[in-house]
């Protein structure tokens, strides 16, 4: 064998061993280096001691007939709220399940109150919707956030689940808190009553039609229990007075029967701009008429109100009636921006 041969052969055999050692090499030499741990923080958080801030208080398992929120201070005068989803309702229907959804507001302030999308036939709705209020500082220790859960019903009066209420005063502002928190029965605010009207739009005309159908439960207004009541319907334009049209008066009836209709020339580039104004009042042949209840309807209202007005804007031509409660006058005054009326005192000669 040539001795060329054979060195070809050794070089190659060397060749072919070196990774094995050097594989060994390593596996025998080299230390294990730690996996590192995953860590799980809060997304798109700068400072650093925002983690410290969290304070779940919330169990994994949640009570039944509960409501989970979170509250959080976004500035000393700005604050966040969660509604983040409700277990194990009370069945308010017949089939055995609810439409549920949550209003929202300040004791501070009632006049501004937020409300979640309805749910459909649920007793375990998942909410995730979120609400800013401007509370100022002076008045964070009266205040209580109040959250009620309602069942939705389109031609009767929205019964209400239960009610969560959360002085500000007890909570740490200075935190993020996600709790769960058990559904009381509602405190009982003063009822004014109920309205049912219809209404109905035709853009090609311009022709608004408000159908005033009856009342029930109005409040006693007179000294022998009952009341006499009517009806006004105002149209607010750009927030001035604009038009308005009263039914007949109804004697000695706290669930009066109306069915008086009204027709108001509105154009279609005004129906944005409108508001709809609908107030029960209670007749008196000797001293001044008295407001019983009022409601609004247009774009700046809000729940029931404007889910009513949407659906005639969206179903034209066609009359749609619906249940409506009535508001204090005075809170639905300040909330389409009207001046209250004034009480002179009387000045003694």
């Known amino acids: 064998v040539p001795k060329w041969a054979l060195i070809t052969v050794a070089v190659a055999g060397a060749i072919l061993l070196l990774p094995f050692l050097i594989c060994i090499v390593k ?21 650093s001691t925002t983690t410290n ?8 398992i949640p009570p039944p007939s509960s409501l989970r929120i979170l509250t959080l201070c976004l500035t000393p005068l700005q604050l966040k709220v969660g509604v983040k989803q409700a277990v194990e309702l009370k069945a308010m229907d017949s089939g055995g399940t609810s439409d549920p959804y949550v209003i929202v507001y300040l ?8 409300e979640t999308k309805v749910y459909r036939k649920t007793l375990n709705p998942i909410f995730n919707e979120s609400f800013t209020f401007q509370v100022p500082q002076a ?15 389109r031609f009767a009066k929205h019964d209400i689940i239960g009610e969560v209420r959360l002085p500000l005063a007890s909570v740490n502002l200075q935190h993020v808190i996600e709790q769960w928190s058990d559904l009381a029965v509602s ?10 009207f219809s209404l109905r739009y035709v853009p090609s005309t311009g022709k608004l039609t408000v159908l005033i159908l009856e009342a029930r439960q109005l409040k006693r207004m007179d000294s022998d229990g009952l009341s006499d009541p009517f009806v006004k319907v105002h149209l607010i334009l750009n927030r001035k007075k604009w038009k308005k049209k009263r039914t007949s008066v109804k004697k000695n009836t706290l669930s009066p ?19 709809v104004v609908i107030s029960v009042w209670d007749h008196d042949k000797v001293t001044k008429n008295e407001p019983i209840g009022k409601l609004f309807l247009g774009c700046r209202a809000t729940g029931n109100q404007l889910r ?7 179903n034209p ?33």
């Open 139 to 153: 008045e964070v220790s009266e205040s209580t956030l109040v959250m009620q859960v309602y069942d939705f019903n």
């Open 187 to 196: 405190s009982k605010e003063e009822h004014l009553g109920e309205i049912c």
């Open 107 to 114: 004791t501070s302030d009632v006049r501004k109150r937020y």
């Open 257 to 275: 029967y109306f069915n008086e209709v009204f027709v108001f020339d509105v154009p279609f580039s005004q129906i944005q701009n409108v508001d």
């Open 317 to 349: 031509r066609r009359p749609l009636a619906q249940w409506h409660i009535l508001q204090p006058p005075d809170v639905v005054d300040k909330a389409l921006g009207l001046k209250s009326h004034l009480k002179l005192p009387l000045h003694s000669r």
């Open 27 to 47: 596996c025998c030499c080299s230390k294990k280096k730690p996996k590192k741990k995953e860590r799980i923080g809060l997304c798109a958080v700068s400072n």
């Open 308 to 314: 009513h007005w949407s659906d005639m804007l969206s």
């Open 53 to 60: 801030l969290v304070r779940p208080a919330f169990p994994s």
